[in-house]
């Protein structure tokens, strides 16, 4: 990526040969723009789930907004209580202070374009996530970094019973 501060009046310019990927199949997420190179105005990346897979479980931004666009497939959004099918070309747009989450549909894939708006410095809160996945750490641990990614998790019963539904025997 090339790391121009856009205050100095140039372009935050993204290769896609140099985004950080992080994960593969069923969840892969492309570590596109942090806060830190868009001089705070925004945090970005790319997440691509395969077959219905689970994105981010319900959560909210005391100081964010987030955007959702779909680049292609069919994506679950919770937005509140109210869960939603997102389709290829559409945009969701989610207030801070509002709980959310998003996977890809029932037997769909998703391929998302997400913006937090003003930028949190994020990227380590992917490859946590990522530790996590592994094993290295423990889920836990991220009750202990809420503050510093500005992610605070949330119970959802209406995301609860959309996801239920979806896995098999349910």
Do not use: C, K
């Not at 970005?44 to 981010?56: E, F, K, M, P, S």
């Not at 094993?135 to 991220?142: F, I």
């Amino acid at each position: 990526m090339s790391h121009v501060n856009p205050l100095d009046g140039h372009a935050v310019v993204v290769r896609a040969a140099e985004a950080e990927q992080i994960g593969g199949t069923p969840q892969m997420i492309r570590l596109l723009a942090d806060s830190s190179a868009t001089g705070g105005r925004l945090s970005t990346q790319r997440v691509t789930l395969a077959g219905g897979a689970d994105g981010a479980s319900p959560h909210h931004h005391s100081g964010s907004a987030e955007l959702f666009y779909v680049i292609s497939g069919s994506a679950q959004l919770l937005a509140g209580e109210r869960v939603l099918v997102a389709g290829e070309g559409d945009l969701a747009v989610v207030p801070s202070g509002l709980v959310h989450a998003f996977a890809a549909a029932e037997g769909s894939d998703a391929d998302l374009l997400i913006v937090i708006t003003p930028g949190v410095e994020r990227f380590e809160y992917f490859r946590h996530l990522a530790r996590i996945a592994t094993g290295q750490q423990p889920p836990e641990s991220l009750l202990e970094v809420q503050d510093r990614y500005d992610t605070y998790f949330d119970d959802s019963p209406a995301w609860r019973r959309a996801r239920t539904r979806q896995q098999p025997g349910a």
